[in-house]
């Protein structure tokens, strides 16, 4: 009687669920917080074999103790020594907690719900179970469906939620205690217009070419890399803010086919027309026609790695070539050094190595990055 007194005057809100006292439901309170916790003993009442079963707050706020707690459990003759020893715990972890999640007040959540029923449950894409990360959708002019997250604070909307979104460009939100989701999402679908015609052409050249990188392009990447032909190919990075301008190249093969590109480009670049979109650009000024994937298959363009014969090593495509003119085989870097070293006329002159191509035997260098260094 006087253990079950001593467990009362310990933890008021934690009450005995059974007749045997093996089951205890309720609360611990901690600083005037209180936590939901279930203890389960086993029929002897051996405290060592307990197992608790805490809400999500409570684990939250124990996280990094869970081993202090079990060391405290194994040490302890009885129950209420036990909660002794949890309370604590909990007030040490407690103090070392320099920000505790603070539920906001009801009518956060009211007006949260309210503010998406004015916009429509349709645009809500995902919502988290404390109402503070926030997805919602948006269709552009060219029925492309983008999404941005919201992540709200407790103070919202005094306080300026972050907004993240896949773009080429800072996306920012001008802010004041009157904002709302309705506001953002008006926001969010003027920037959309204003990067359409960078979208249009950039699906126009993941459509109708042989993009080798990124394998994903997301909607904020403004590079891309484009085969050309065996072994050939051209880097390009479109500006999102005036996208039909003549885009920053970069030609990348062996110099006998690269170089004829490199004069063309220089010699037609005043042919520019802004009118155009980028691709129609670059075949009138390169004088070619890019293959495209609907006529040609990407293992016919000969872009397998020499060495590995392989297309994708760790998301890197071949980026290195023979420059022989009756070889031009491809390599990535990383088995192109490999090999390399691997040859006793191997000499390396500070970061480019010096030896044979593995194909027709001819001079081939390369030059290390940092990374691979």
């Known amino acids: ?37 279930r203890i389960l003993l086993p029929s002897v009442h051996d405290v060592k074999h307990a197992r608790l079963q805490c809400s999500w707050q409570l684990k939250h706020v124990l996280k990094g103790y869970q081993q202090i707690l079990k ?17 604590t715990v909990l007030e040490v972890a407690l103090k070392n907690r320099r920000e505790l999640y603070v539920p906001p007040p009801p009518r956060y959540y009211l007006q949260l719900i309210n503010e998406i029923e004015s916009l429509g449950w349709d645009k809500l894409v995902y919502i988290d179970t404390e109402f503070s990360t926030i997805k919602l959708k948006a269709e552009d002019s060219g029925s492309r469906v983008h999404l941005i997250t919201i992540k709200l604070k407790p103070k919202y909307p005094v306080d300026a939620p972050d907004c993240l979104v896949d773009f080429p460009v800072p996306f920012t939100v001008p802010w004041t205690p009157q904002g709302s989701l309705i506001y953002i999402h008006s926001q969010f679908l003027a920037a959309l217009e204003s990067l359409k015609e960078f979208w249009d052409i950039m699906d126009e050249i993941d459509e109708k070419t042989w993009v080798l990188e990124p394998e994903k392009p997301t909607r904020g990447a403004t590079v891309r890399r484009i085969a050309i032909g065996n072994n050939v190919s ?108 691997g040859l006793p006329s191997c000499r390396q002159s500070f970061n480019v190595i010096f030896g044979e191509c593995p194909y027709c035997s001819k001079p081939i260098t390369v030059k290390m990055s940092s990374k691979k260094s």
């Open 1 to 37: 009687m006087a253990d079950e007194l001593s467990m009362f005057r310990q933890c008021p809100l934690l009450l005995p669920q059974n007749r045997e006292r093996t089951v205890y439901d309720g609360f611990i309170t901690v600083q005037d917080r209180d936590f939901r916790l």
């Open 71 to 87: 060391q405290r459990l194994q040490h302890c003759s009885d129950l209420v020594s036990f909660m002794l020893e949890l309370k």
């Open 234 to 341: 051209i880097n390009i990075d479109v500006d999102p803010r005036h996208p039909k301008v003549l885009p920053e190249c970069c030609f990348l093969g062996a110099d006998h086919v690269v170089t004829p590109l490199r004069n063309k480009l220089n010699s037609n670049m005043h042919s520019w027309n802004p009118e155009c979109t980028v691709l129609q650009n670059l075949k009138e000024v390169l004088e070619i026609d890019f293959p495209a994937p609907s006529a040609h298959e990407i293992s016919n363009l000969n872009m397998e790695c020499g060495i590995c014969y392989a297309y994708r090593l760790d998301s890197a495509i071949p980026d290195q070539v023979c420059d022989d003119s009756r070889c031009g085989q491809p390599f990535h870097q990383a088995c192109l050094i490999e090999w390399l070293r």
